[in-house]
Structures are given as structure tokens and as C-alpha cells.
């Protein structure tokens, strides 16, 4: 069983996206200050609005190449990632819908680069137990990610995952 996700995002930008699921997190607050703050080089997901960690890596491609180009609508590229996941161009609710609540159930994504790489130390400091993402699926929630997507009408799940990815990278050309 992987312990991570690992997925090479842009061969320009020289990044790799990785991804962790850790459950029964205890010391949440403490991450969403270090979150806010900007001391944590990392984004924290809700791991039940997300159905597969391929949506993450469209999201943090996108968040990585808009960093290169000076286009981030965010301030980090950290928070252009839940941005990224989000059908909305409002970023607080982008960031409220998809990030760091009371969520005990997280997915923690880094951006290694050749310069940087600080996985290892952030998840040292995280009080909860990394599982393989195959544990994923336990705890998403189908009905919140349908509701997200504006999916009610989808019967089948087999082609959820390519309508989502299909909506988040057409936002910007879709008018809400």
C-alpha cells in the first residue's frame, strides 16, 4: 500500500505534487494557525469532499503554472490549489468549502521542488496517523461532492470523477 501520492505536475516548473491522507488528527487548530500564517509551506484538504487525489493534481498543476506565469488569484500557491478545486471564483469560499475546518480526516499536499521539500519535518508535527489513500474512499462523501459540483442529476458514479475534473478546469471559461 502507498503511504503517498506522487505525481509529477509540469515538466517547466520542475514540481512534484504529494499528497498524504491522515486520519484521527488531534491537534487541528494548531494546523490551521500554522495554515493561516503561512509557516506551513503545504496545503490541508477535507478528505471527504475529495473523490480521487487525481482532482488534487489537476488543481495544484494549474496552482503550480500560474506561480510560474505571475497569475496566482491567490496569495500562495498553496491556497490556489483549494482554489483550483473549487467551481467558485470566490476565494474565501473556495477555501472554506475544500480546506482546513474541524475536519479529523485530512489530505496533506506538498510542492517538491529541486529547492524545496518539507514534508518530511510538517508531517512530523501533525498529531495523527497516515494511511494508504486506498483508505480514501471510507471516508468520502459522494452526496457533499455532488452538492460541490452541482452534480445532483448524476445517477452514476463511474464518470464522477472525469465531470469534476471537467469543471474545474473550465471555470474560468464558464459564467456562473
Not at 500564517?37 to 503550480?64: E, G, Y
Not at 496569495?75 to 473556495?94: D, G, W, Y
Request: proline share 2%.
Amino acid at each position: 500500500m502507498s503511504r503517498e501520492f506522487v505525481c509529477e505536475l509540469d515538466a517547466l516548473t520542475k514540481a512534484t505534487l504529494q499528497v498524504y491522507f491522515l486520519r484521527n488528527v488531534k491537534n487541528v487548530e494548531e494546523i490551521r494557525t500554522n495554515i493561516i500564517t503561512a509557516a506551513w509551506k503545504c496545503a490541508v484538504i477535507k478528505a471527504s469532499v475529495i473523490l480521487d487525489p487525481f482532482q488534487i493534481a489537476v488543481a495544484a498543476n494549474r496552482a503550480v503554472v500560474s506561480e510560474q506565469h505571475k497569475a496566482l488569484v491567490t496569495r500562495t500557491v498553496f491556497a490556489e490549489i483549494l482554489f483550483n478545486l473549487s467551481l467558485s471564483k470566490n476565494i474565501s469560499q473556495s477555501l472554506s468549502k475544500f480546506g482546513i475546518e474541524n475536519n479529523h480526516d485530512l489530505l496533506v499536499c506538498f510542492i517538491k521542488t529541486p529547492f524545496t521539500d518539507c514534508a518530511e519535518e510538517i508531517l512530523s508535527k501533525i498529531n495523527g496517523d497516515i494511511c494508504p489513500l486506498s483508505e480514501l474512499k471510507d471516508v468520502t462523501d459522494i452526496k457533499q461532492i455532488k452538492t460541490l459540483y452541482n452534480l445532483h442529476d448524476i445517477k452514476c458514479e463511474l464518470d464522477l470523477l472525469d465531470i469534476i475534473v471537467s469543471k474545474m478546469v473550465t471555470k474560468s471559461f464558464v459564467s456562473k
